[in-house]
């Protein structure tokens, strides 16, 4: 009874969809959660950018409140993306462990590469409709300056610190390899990090000093960066280059940098017995 | 060639205090192309830790491990592809159903939903499993259910080795007989070869062709379940396969089977 033989990329592709679609059975099974999910992420963004449009009552300085609002939301809706991406893939482990499944994944011939590859793919598109459709409603309910918007320029941004986020998600997710607890604390408190320095809501430059220094190193820094200046001021591919520039080299830094690390990660938790101790 | 091959294979865990347990010490022990061979083992005596040094979920201090020849430490990959196992617990993810679970088992190793459905019916008309609860969550399955989810899971990948750890503990008597029916069957039929690790000396007696007593973290013996019994004659009355284990490791049956910590 042997299976036909495959070839290797084959087999690895086979893999890959078999992550993507255990991820879309879950999220179906778990619809109702989404659905409310999907209503948090809409009304915390739209609680946000209101925010914008309460500012003009303290102080006599004249705000743009339409900008500012357009700013704000621009901030929760790329925020709330990015941070959903290093989410997952940080809570890769984690989260089998607590399923109790990790150890036939571990033990299976698809490659790491594969499965991490196949929880980010799963994590932009389900993040990428999420923030369309919030998107959408905000749409409806604010006017938002939009009108010399460079849409193309913007998702080209968002792919493109799709991948490095994803490669720091992979960094972060090899914390709970080394400790179980502790490293999913970890990321936890580095994705409150980011958060904070990463210019989500204001600009960076507002920080003191060494905050603006861990924000060069965020990739979620120049992600709003180009996505702002897309979105707001309309700006073409030469004024984008900059973020995106840096975000590619983010990207072909944090991939492999966070495969390797995880692999290292890996041969430690299973020298110690740490993948799992019960049975 | 043999289906699986220990020399002298070490592992020791740290314990938090400090402390250093042997897990395993010094294990060799092959299975040959279509043999079952049993381990019987009281708590903590390192079976598990057996079972996932040749999953490679464990890497070995020391020793050899081959999986039809090839090296399982060096080349994980290669062996990964041609092995699968069954633990004491299922390990499934519990909000989905059986079927989607054994989707996703499949397709790490490649295995397409096209190859999988009728190869799913077909092992699941094999275990007694009705084809329309496999639509059902994991979780609404009883324990003896899921096992024999767990067995398709493991079954569907086409194994030459199959690792089956505790894969009766728990069950109710009918569950029991049920899965061990079902093993039964897997070696009649299939050309895999078996490593099971049991606390039932009964399913070793009747399952395997060889039978190996495991004692913190040794194996004391490894012989046809009539030899091992042999050994242990006294005045030239045969003991049971019970009271054999008891002899070579100090324990009763109960102690050994006794729930962990
Ligand atoms: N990952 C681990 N980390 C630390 N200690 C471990 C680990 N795995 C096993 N041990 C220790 O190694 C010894 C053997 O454990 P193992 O789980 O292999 O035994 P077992 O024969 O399967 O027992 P059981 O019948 O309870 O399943 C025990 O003392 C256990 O505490
Ligand atoms: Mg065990």
Request: charged share 20%; with cysteine; proline share 3%.
């Given at each position: ?18 992550y993507?679609q ?7 099974r ?9 209503v ?7 609680a ?11 102080g006599?300085i ?7 609002m357009?700013?704000?939301?621009v ?7 990015l941070?959903?991406?290093?989410d ?7 989260w ?8 036939y ?9 594969t ?28 006017d938002?300056d939009?009108?010399?918007a ?6 080209l941004?968002?792919v493109?610190?799709?991948v490095s ?7 972060a997710?090899v914390?709970?390899?080394l ?12 994705s409150s ?5 990463s ?12 905050m ?13 960066e ?6 707001l001021e309309?700006?073409?591919a030469?004024e ?7 975000l590619?080299v983010?990207?072909?830094v ?12 890996e041969v ?9 101790r019960?049975? | 060639?043999?289906a ?8 020791s865990?740290?314990k ?14 092959s ?12 708590n903590g ?21 081959e ?17 699968n ?17 054994l ?10 939903t ?19 609860r ?7 399955l009883?324990r003896g259910?899921?096992?024999?989810i767990?067995?398709?899971?493991a079954l569907?990948?086409?194994?030459v080795?199959?690792?089956l750890d ?5 069950l109710?008597p ?19 070869s078996?490593l099971?690790c ?15 007593i495991?004692?913190?973290g040794k194996?004391l013996?490894l ?10 004659a006294t005045?030239g ?13 100090g ?11």
């Open positions: 009874m042997r299976g036909t033989v495959k070839p290797l990329w084959l087999t690895e592709m086979v893999a890959v969809w078999g993507v255990r991820n879309y059975f879950l999220t179906k778990y619809f109702m959660w989404e659905v409310v999910w999907l948090y992420v809409t009304i915390n963004a739209m946000i950018t209101y925010i914008g449009a309460g500012a003009a009552e303290f006599n004249a705000i743009n409140t339409e900008r500012y357009t700013y704000l939301l901030g929760a809706l790329l925020w709330n993306y941070s959903m991406l290093f997952v893939l940080s809570e890769t482990v984690s089998e462990r607590w399923e109790g499944t990790i150890e994944t571990f033990m299976s011939p698809s490659s790491r590469i499965h991490l590859l196949g929880m980010g793919f799963y994590a932009v598109v389900y993040g990428v409709l999420q923030t369309a459709l919030t998107l959408g409603v905000c749409y409806l309910f604010f938002l939009l009108s010399r460079n849409y193309w320029g913007a998702l941004v968002l493109v610190c799709s986020l994803v490669g720091f998600g992979i960094v997710a914390l709970p390899l400790s179980p607890e502790k490293g999913q604390q970890v990321s936890y408190i580095v990090v980011l958060l904070l320095v210019g989500v809501y204001y600009d960076v430059s507002v920080l003191p000093n060494w603006q220094a861990i924000a060069t190193v965020s990739p979620v820094t120049y992600a709003l180009g996505g702002r200046v897309a979105l309309g700006a073409g030469a984008l280059w900059e973020s995106i520039r840096v590619l983010m990207g072909v944090f991939v492999p940098l966070g495969i390797w690390v995880f692999h290292l990660g430690y938790a299973k020298k110690t017995g740490k993948l799992k019960s049975g | 060639m043999k699986l091959e220990l020399r002298d294979v070490e592992k865990f740290k938090r205090r400090g402390e250093v347990v042997r897990a395993l010490d010094l294990v060799s022990l299975v040959g192309k279509g043999e079952v061979v049993g381990i019987l083992g009281p005596s390192g079976k598990s830790t057996l079972v996932r040094v040749i999953s490679t979920l464990v890497l070995p201090d020391r020793g050899e491990v999986v039809f020849g090839i090296d399982a430490v060096r080349h994980p990959k290669q062996v990964q592809r041609s092995m196992r069954v633990s004491v617990e299922a390990s499934f993810f519990k909000k989905l159903s059986a079927m989607e679970n989707l996703y088992g499949a397709k790490l190793y490649g295995v397409t096209r190859e999988a459905r009728p190869r799913i019916a077909e092992i699941l008309e094999n275990v007694g499993f009705a084809q329309k496999a639509l059902e969550p994991m979780e609404h009883s259910m899921q096992q024999k767990a067995l398709a899971r569907l990948t086409s194994p080795l199959m690792l505790e894969p009766t503990t728990g109710d009918r569950s029991k007989k049920d899965v061990q029916a079902f093993i039964h069957r897997i070696r009649e039929a299939h050309d895999s078996i099971l049991t606390h039932d000396m009964g399913e070793a007696e009747e399952l395997c062709d060889r039978v190996g495991m004692v913190d194996i013996a012989e046809k379940p009539e030899e091992l019994k042999a050994c242990y005045n009355r045969i003991p049971t396969l019970e009271e054999t284990f008891m002899a070579a490791t324990y009763s049956v109960e102690e050994a089977s006794a729930e962990k910590e």
